[in-house]
């Protein structure tokens, strides 16, 4: 991997745990990830006009996909409900690369091979020490379950969009309807559980859902880009850096609670993602 690819990914990396801050330290969690999702379809739309239209079984592929994302993104939005962005983001985004390549296993006929299983234990095990700094520090117990939610879905987007992408042969098109189909799936969920007040959000929110959409929309491309100019592997692997730098935005930044164990835990899920990486 050449250095300015290295450098351009370890940025989305930055990216990635930025918007999450961005919409852990807003007051209304949910509201802040609706306004989000909703910059991303606006510049979805911007993109699938320079794009053609999807055609046969890719439709499917598009709104499975961002029915999916949809799901991710509500999932997410309550862990951060209940929990601090260096205790939520870890476990979510940890455990996603876990399930992947255990879910290829038996679905996409993917091998495992050995240094893959002591990523999957070392992953295991360090979401296995967040798990328990949740309890041993006194946190909301919610948010294990709306974490891993989150991770399940992220694994299910992350072999969708593979899958789909190269059925689409575009990837570009695929981007932008899966990011349309999923703002327009937020935005009904969004209306039949809270009603239209839940757009009626002061200039402030609406600045700072557009932030994160905008840093979750690069961090996207970024990762797209590194990925045609340098192996996939290396991109992923040094992209799963985030968790550090979620772990260290939350302390720093966000001034959560600082712990040896969240640390040494989050040091873990890298080192384990990175194996099954590699």
Not at 102 to 111: K, M, P, Q, S
Not at 116 to 130: Q, T
Not at 162 to 175: E, H, I, N, Q, Y
Not at 231 to 248: D, G, K, N, Q, W
């Amino acid at each position: 991997m050449e250095f300015h690819v290295f450098v351009a990914v370890l940025f989305a990396a930055v990216l990635h745990a930025g918007w999450n801050a961005v919409i852990r330290r807003g007051g209304d969690r949910f509201q802040g990830m609706l306004l989000l999702t909703a910059t991303q379809g606006v510049m979805a739309i911007a993109m699938a006009a320079l794009v053609p239209l999807p055609n046969g079984i890719v439709w499917v592929w598009v709104l499975g996909s961002g029915l999916v994302h949809t799901m991710y993104k509500l999932f997410l939005a309550a862990a951060y409900q209940h929990g601090d962005l260096s205790r939520v983001y870890p476990i979510a985004r940890g455990a996603a690369p876990m399930i992947v390549v255990i879910v290829g296993f038996y679905v996409l006929a993917d091998t495992i091979e050995n240094k893959e299983y002591v990523g999957i234990g070392l992953i295991g095990f360090g979401v296995m020490m967040m798990a328990r700094g949740v309890f041993s520090s006194g946190e909301s117990r919610r948010l294990l379950p709306l974490a891993l939610g989150s991770a399940v879905c992220t694994a299910g987007y992350s072999i969708l969009d593979g899958l789909g992408a190269r059925v689409a042969m575009d990837a570009t098109m695929f981007t932008a309807w899966l990011f349309i189909f999923d703002a327009m799936f937020f935005s009904m969920y969004s209306l039949i559980s809270r009603g239209t007040v839940v757009f009626k959000a002061s200039p402030r929110a609406w600045s700072i859902g557009a932030f994160a959409g905008v840093l979750s929309l690069a961090t996207y491309w970024i990762a797209v880009w590194a990925m045609t100019v340098a192996p996939i592997a290396l991109v992923a692997a040094v992209r799963e850096t985030s968790v550090l730098f979620a772990v260290i935005i939350g302390i720093v930044v966000l001034k959560e609670k600082a712990s040896v164990g969240k640390v040494l835990a989050a040091l873990v899920i890298v080192i384990g993602i990175v194996i099954i990486r590699f």
